[in-house]
């Protein structure tokens, strides 16, 4: 229980400031769109959430985990990998 009060929690506090960030660098013809795409962005990771029950009781654990950390390392490469790009839009 507590955990999903951390995860609520920490969505409260990310959304406003994704919104935020996503107007500021959006060209102004495409804000709305693109304030769309983090909410339709949300939903499809909220949906995918779905993966970890999948896996939970299919696999052994440490595959699990493995899949979590992989999917963890990818999106923070792409992330990196975006850095710059958005540094030279603010």
């Known amino acids: 229980m507590a ?6 929690f920490g969505e409260l506090l990310l959304s406003p400031m994704g919104i935020s ?3 500021k660098v959006a060209p102004p013809k495409y804000k709305g769109m ?3 795409g983090w909410f339709v ?3 499809i990771g909220n949906q995918l959430v779905v ?3 999948l896996l939970w009781g299919a696999v052994p654990l440490w595959i699990c985990w493995s899949v979590f950390l992989g999917v963890c390392l990818v999106a923070a490469i792409f992330m990196f ?3 710059k790009r958005l540094e030279k839009v603010c």
Do not use: I, K
């Open 3 to 8: 955990t999903l009060w951390l995860l609520t």
């Open 21 to 23: 960030f996503v107007s």
């Open 34 to 36: 693109m304030m769309g």
């Open 41 to 43: 962005a949300t939903a």
């Open 51 to 53: 993966v970890g029950g």
């Open 81 to 83: 990998a975006m850095m």
